[in-house]
Structures are given as structure tokens and as C-alpha cells.
């Protein structure tokens, strides 16, 4: 298996970890996209991260691997910590696969990298909060059309 490849694995096992229990564990191992919905985003964008580690760190390409695994990331149950610190377990991987990386140079990488997770995770949470504030409002909005139905006025 290339260093890659080795990297992309540990870090998709240490970023199911967040999870625990039997969903850490299915996330590693199955691969169908719908039978395992978050092992299968884990995995595939995990895998271009990597690839950007490596390589050229596009920050649109980076940016867009994000978006997905924490779009799944700030619907759960998990806090900041949880959802973006497994950014970070990719320092000790990488020290240990891929020696060649060690420095400044890999450091920084993973800092962009955890940048943009937080970027994203912060962006995702927002688009929650305005959805919540919409749907709040718009039961308000149906409270008083029924409270002004209900007392003979016109809606």
C-alpha cells in the first residue's frame, strides 16, 4: 500500500473514532455508500485531502472535501472539538508514514487543513441556525394567520 494510502486509512480510522462504538467500526470497514453514508463521505474525501497534503494544497479542493464531511459532521451530536480535532491526528500519521514530510512544511499544511475544517464546520452551523430562525418564524407566521382566522378577521 502506498504512504498515501496508509495515511488516508489511519486518518479515516481516527476520524471515525469521534463517533465510537459500532459506527467508528462500520465506518472503517463497509463500503457501501448507503448502508454507511458516513464512512463512505469520510473515506472519499478523506482521500483527496490526502492527496492535497501531499501535493499541490488547491484550497478550493480542499475546501470542498470540508464542506461535505462537515456538513454530516455539524448535524450530529458532536462538539467542535470532536468534529474538527481529528484534523490534527494527521501530524503524528504523517510523521510516522511519511517521514519525508517532517517540519515546517507538513506543519503548515496541517494547520491550512484545519482551518479550512473549521471554516466549514462554522459555515454548516450557520446555515443550521438560519434554518432553525426561518422555520421558527414561519410557525409564528402561521400562529397568527390561525389566531386571526380563529377570530373571525381576514387573513
Known sequence: ???????????????????????AEHAATWRDP?????????????????????????EASIDAAFAEIMA?????????????GFVFTLRDIAREQAPQMQGVDADGRIDRLALSAFRQYLACRERLAE???????????????????SRGAPA
Open 72 to 84: 454530516l459532521r455539524s448535524i450530529q451530536d458532536l462538539s467542535v472539538e470532536r468534529a474538527v
Open 131 to 149: 434554518l432553525k430562525l426561518n422555520e421558527q418564524l414561519r410557525a409564528i407566521g402561521v400562529a397568527r394567520r390561525r389566531a386571526a382566522h
Open 34 to 58: 448507503f448502508r454507511n453514508p458516513i464512512g463512505h463521505t469520510l473515506r472519499r474525501n478523506l482521500a483527496a485531502l490526502v492527496r492535497e497534503f501531499f501535493g499541490a494544497m488547491d
Open 1 to 23: 500500500m502506498s504512504v498515501p494510502a496508509t495515511v488516508a486509512e489511519r486518518w479515516l480510522a481516527a476520524a471515525a473514532a469521534a463517533y465510537g462504538g459500532l459506527i
